[in-house]
């Protein structure tokens, strides 16, 4: 059981937010978020005491400071302190708000009222200790591609979410239509999280099929090939499964892949055409980009 979190803040410059959320996720960050601080961001994250020491929080601020250095950006104030178990979720709890993705979903904070009179597909969210509260471009760019992927005449596809983190895409593809998610995290912690969002969702275990595992668990759990695939991880992770990919697909199989760095879209591209994907349009949001893909042919 953790006792303690390191709670790290980085304010900063806005052109820097992006390459902050990518060095706390490198690090395996949880509960990241952004806030405005008058003309700069302030970008927080939570790691256990358990598995991060002192030293490689000073690691972590050195890489940070090294890449506004490399951007040419001001040098960012790093700050850094412990706290205890049961209050490390609510610090940063108190400042999300419901938030607008795309043209049709609203994320909103399950501890919140949903905003009168909204029209928006409502993602009730309570992301506990694993990634994905919707802040992040990435998440944002796989939600908006949803959109523009599933219609209501694909009320019968069937998805996998590869490192399902929250469970916010599984949920945001079921509210848009589709009929089940298998949805897979290597994090016990985000596993949890995507059962109890899913609840929180009114959705049910045969809604969302979630385990512990990744691609080889899909594999030995699927009985048909997927309609669509779901990655929302780092791109190193995503090249290293794209060989498999395959193994869960059908002709018509499509994906969305995101958490890759605009820089590491071009490898990803690559080994996406060598293992029969197509990239059939590349969405980007500052550094960050989203591919969505298909099958060859």
């Not at 594999?219 to 669509?228: C, F, I, K, R, Y």
């Amino acid at each position: 059981m953790v006792n303690s979190w390191w709670e790290i803040q980085v304010l900063c410059d806005p052109a820097l937010e992006d390459t902050v959320f990518w060095r706390f996720e490198t690090f395996g960050g949880h509960g990241t978020v952004s806030q405005r601080r008058k003309q700069q961001r302030q970008v927080q994250a939570y790691f256990p005491q358990v598995d991060f020491e002192l030293l490689d929080v000073a690691a972590m601020a050195l890489r940070i400071r090294q890449d506004a250095l490399c951007a040419q950006l001001p040098n960012p104030q790093t700050t850094w302190q412990l706290i205890e178990d049961e209050d490390w979720a609510k610090s940063w709890k108190d400042h999300w708000e419901p938030q607008p993705i795309g043209d049709r979903f609203l994320v909103n904070p399950a501890w919140l009222a949903v905003p009168a009179g909204t029209e928006r597909l409502v993602l009730q969210l309570d992301p506990g200790a694993a990634f994905g509260t919707g802040t992040h471009a990435t998440t944002q760019l796989c939600l908006e591609s949803l959109e523009m992927r599933v219609g209501s005449d694909d009320a019968s596809r069937v998805v996998a979410d590869i490192g399902c983190g929250s469970g916010i895409l599984s949920i945001g593809a079921l509210l848009l239509g589709v009929t089940r998610s298998y949805a897979v995290d290597v994090d016990t912690l985000a596993v949890q999280a995507t059962a109890e969002n899913a609840a929180l969702n009114q959705l049910t275990a045969d809604d969302i099929n979630v385990q512990q595992g990744s691609l080889e668990t899909l594999m030995a759990t699927l009985s048909e090939p997927v309609d669509g695939i779901l990655c929302n991880i780092l791109a190193e992770v995503i090249v290293d499964l794209i060989p498999q990919l395959g193994e869960i697909a059908h002709p018509q199989t499509w994906g969305i892949l995101s958490g890759i760095l605009l820089e590491q879209s071009k490898l990803v591209a690559d080994t996406l055409e060598q293992h029969g994907w197509v990239v059939a349009t590349l969405w980007r949001r500052q550094e960050w980009c989203c591919l969505n893909i298909r099958r060859a042919g």
